[in-house]
């Protein structure tokens, strides 16, 4: 793909996501229905892409958010205040933004050698590593998803590192990242990333990464794989 083509792929990756169709719509604010692996989730979620806002929440809280819509300048919309807002919660409680970048096998750039290898999700190691780094990395990494593919990347008999790939357009094609705090610093995300792309890239066509922006060290190892970033989301998980 070129870059137009790559745009337009994430386009319409956003607008299945969002349940839009084929097609996002132009700019402005939008009130979506959610696609296949949103819609009936307790949750309210935003997205941005280019120009236009767009905000999926319940069935009981549309008509606040089209109360929410409508009186917010489009431009001033997509922040946490606003999604807390429309869901009924303290600001806390919303995650994000989160970056989303997109490669294929035209602008993949493998800036590592693979390494790692697929474990079992009840694998022992990656318990261990999970308490090592904290659930809140844990779920920044898609990894409380009981559908994704794990690897892991072992040294001294304990994961260095974790790679996660979660659903994304009918295949394992999200990638998540975990390294042991004492071993950030060392490329380790990198190889495994590179290893998950290896594996996923010719089945899927084209794989997506999500990191919060305030993760500069993710963001790093994205864009020097070749991701380039279209589009960010915001979401809070209601209660009950």
Known sequence: MTSTELATAA?????????????????????????VELRGRRCVYMASFGHAVFVYCPDQLRSRAAAIIAATAAGKLF????CATVAGVPERYVAGPSWHGFTDAAHYT????????RLDRD?????????SCGDSAW???GFPDPDGVVYGLEEDGRLAAAGNLTRFRGHPADIGLLTLPAARGRGL??????RMI???????????????VTNTRSLAIARSLGFAGYGQNLIVRLPG
């Open 11 to 35: 386009a319409q990756a956003w607008a299945e996501a969002l349940g839009c169709g084929a097609q996002l719509p132009g700019e402005g604010a939008h009130l979506v229905p959610g696609g």
């Open 79 to 82: 922040t946490a205040r606003t």
């Open 110 to 117: 493998p800036a590592a050698s693979p390494a790692g290898r």
């Open 123 to 131: 694998d022992p190691l990656l318990a261990a590593l999970r308490a």
């Open 139 to 141: 779920a920044e990494g």
């Open 189 to 194: 995300a990198k190889q495994i990333a590179v």
């Open 198 to 212: 290896q594996d996923a890239l010719p089945v899927a066509g084209i794989i997506r990464y999500r990191a919060l």
